[in-house]
Structures are given as C-alpha cells and as structure tokens.
C-alpha cells in the first residue's frame, strides 16, 4: 500500500491511547462515581525527542497535566525521549468533586519538542467524559 512520502521514509504512525474506566469510547459517570484515567503510548520504536501531552477540555475551561499538578497554561506534561508505555494512571477521583458537564480529555505526543503542540507530527487519542447531577 502506497501511504505517500512516509511509505518512502520510513516513518512508522506512533500510538497513543486514553481510557476512562476502561473505555476508549464516551462515557456516562455520575456523581456516585470514581473516574479512573488511563493513558499508554506504542511508540514503534521510536525514541526521538517529544513533547507529551494530556490536556482536558473541561465545563470550566482548558487544563493540562503536569507532574505538578493541572495549569491552564498550554504546557507539555512530559518532555523527552519517545518510549513504549504500557499504561499510566493519570487520574483516579471520585466524580463528586466535579461540575455536571461534559469532559474530552486528550493524550498524546508531538515529536517536535519545542513546548508547543506541533499539529502536523502530533499523534493523540481523546475521550469523552459526561457527567451526571
């Protein structure tokens, strides 16, 4: 199969993957709940710098992981090597303490580690989080 200028690179499409509780697709919580985020990532052996991202779009606003905690700024959670992880729990709390609405939650990495979000060398996976009253 003929995929273009990456056939002929040599260029293999990293995997990145996101759960909550379990599931890749949308999911209905309500305050009652715990919420558990799960995120891996299939590098292909890839292993050239990056920037790592996991982001929530939430009823209040935009957020991003850190090591230090959730910041509204728009900054990479990781930066580094590219490497396989298996599965990483980011997040596991009750749903009571937070807002009704919806939730999309993105995890990814761009391979250009520059503190941006490169959109043409991102490779991301999104969930989507409702919760209930």
Do not use: C
């Not at 379990?22 to 292909?44: E, F, H, M, P």
């Not at 050239?48 to 700024?73: E, K, M, Y």
């Not at 761009?110 to 999104?126: A, E, H, I, K, P």
């Amino acid at each position: 199969v003929d995929i273009g200028a990456y056939e002929h690179q040599g260029i293999v499409a990293i995997s990145a993957h996101i759960k909550a509780n379990g599931s890749d697709g949308s999911i209905t919580l309500d305050q009652s709940d715990t919420i558990t985020i799960i995120v891996a990532l299939d590098n292909k052996g890839r292993t050239n710098n990056a920037d790592w991202w996991l982001a929530a779009d939430t009823p209040f606003g935009l957020f991003f992981f850190t090591f230090d905690g959730w910041t509204d700024a728009w900054v990479p959670g990781y930066q580094g090597p590219l490497f396989y992880l298996n599965s990483f729990e980011v997040l596991n709390m009750p749903v009571s303490e937070l807002p009704a609405g919806t939730y999309t939650l993105y995890f990814g990495v761009d391979t250009v580690m520059d503190g941006n979000v490169t959109w043409d060398s991102v490779y991301y996976d999104t969930v989507v989080v409702n919760i209930t009253e």
